[in-house]
């Protein structure tokens, strides 16, 4: 069975790839989550804004992430990949996600693989659930996530400074074309 190249790379995001990956944080400064995220509240479709380069989501636009509570009380993850333009063609990659802590998930795109996991940490989200900003702890990924396709720039800004807290050097996020 041939998996898309969308599935292989979402892997590769929550860091199940080799030491090569760049990194974009500065694992010396602490990292925190938000210990009361309120997950039903968190559920529902996001638009990725911004992220750190990754090779899984290589000429990605109009990219969507979503997540829904499933019967066994995992979450399930839909990620949506639009291929050279937010029209173009489109990739899915379908994976699961169980909480480990709050705040701190671990998510699998690949189900056959038991080891294949990464971590998926929310970093900080608006009061009103409309922004969120997710990452790992060793700076591999980072994105900025939004429930409209258009973030306001001083929402953006506020998200930025939560990467820049957490030790992420900004300058190198990329904006997502939805």
């Not at 030491?19 to 529902?44: C, F, H, K, M, N």
């Not at 969507?64 to 995992?74: C, I, L, S, V």
């Not at 060793?138 to 998200?159: E, N, V």
């Not at 957490?166 to 904006?175: A, E, N, R, V």
Request: aromatic letters at 10%.
């Amino acid at each position: 069975m041939r998996l898309p190249s969308f599935v292989l790379v979402a892997a590769a995001a929550l860091g199940l790839t080799a030491p090569a990956e760049a990194r974009y944080r500065d694992t010396s400064q602490p990292i925190g989550v938000v210990v009361s995220l309120d997950l039903a509240r968190y559920l529902g479709k996001w638009y990725e804004i911004a992220r750190f380069p990754n090779r899984f989501e290589r000429g990605c636009e109009g990219v969507t992430a979503e997540y829904a509570m499933r019967t066994d009380g995992k979450i399930s993850v839909v990620n949506t990949c639009h291929k050279g333009s937010p029209d173009g063609p489109v990739e899915v990659a379908e994976g699961v996600a169980s909480v480990v802590a709050p705040g701190k998930l671990e998510v699998s795109f690949v189900p056959w693989l038991p080891f294949a996991k990464g971590d998926y940490w929310v970093l900080y989200v608006d009061p009103a659930y409309s922004v969120a900003v997710v990452g790992n702890p060793k700076g591999r990924t980072g994105w900025i996530l939004a429930r409209d396709p258009a973030l306001a720039p001083a929402k953006y800004d506020k998200a930025v400074s939560v990467l820049q807290t957490m030790g992420y050097d900004t300058s190198q996020l990329q904006m997502v074309a939805q």
